[in-house]
């Protein structure tokens, strides 16, 4: 398999829940997303072994997406800031080349900006799941 440029990871935000329309969130230099799954213990004294059993398929999931980057003042950066204002849910698509999309309802958890004397703004922001999100492979 071909390597990608990581700056092909695309983040898009849905300007509202009313409209179709996504915009892509500007500016990052990185993009991260990450899945997590909570486990169940149900390790007992007759557990063999003494290692420990988890109950499958029980677990809450959830995914993560963070990314930071330079503030571009664009509608990618306003419906960011938007949606955090309004403790909004929006639909985020995460592409990665050469893999798929990952697709689900989303809310920003944190909004960052940051500037040194001599430098640019930079920002930094965080989305955590609301619901299932769902994965289409690239064709």
């Known amino acids: 398999m071909a390597a990608h440029s990581g700056k092909a990871i695309v983040v898009s935000m849905k300007d509202t829940a009313e409209t179709p329309t996504m915009q892509v969130v500007a500016g990052l230099r990185s993009r991260r997303i990450a899945f997590n799954g909570e486990t169940v213990d149900v390790t007992h004294a007759e557990s063999p072994g003494q290692w420990r059993e988890l109950l499958g398929g029980v677990g809450v999931r959830s995914a993560s997406i963070s990314g930071d980057g330079v503030f571009t003042n664009g509608a990618g950066s ?60 690239e064709t």
């Open 78 to 137: 306003e419906v960011v800031r938007a949606a955090h204002f309004d403790q909004s849910l929006r639909e985020m698509t995460f592409l990665v080349p050469g893999l798929g999309t990952f697709e689900g309802k989303f809310q920003v958890t944190q909004l960052e900006f940051a500037g040194e004397y001599n430098g640019e703004v930079t920002n930094t922001m965080a989305f955590e799941s609301s619901g299932a999100v769902t994965f289409t492979a």
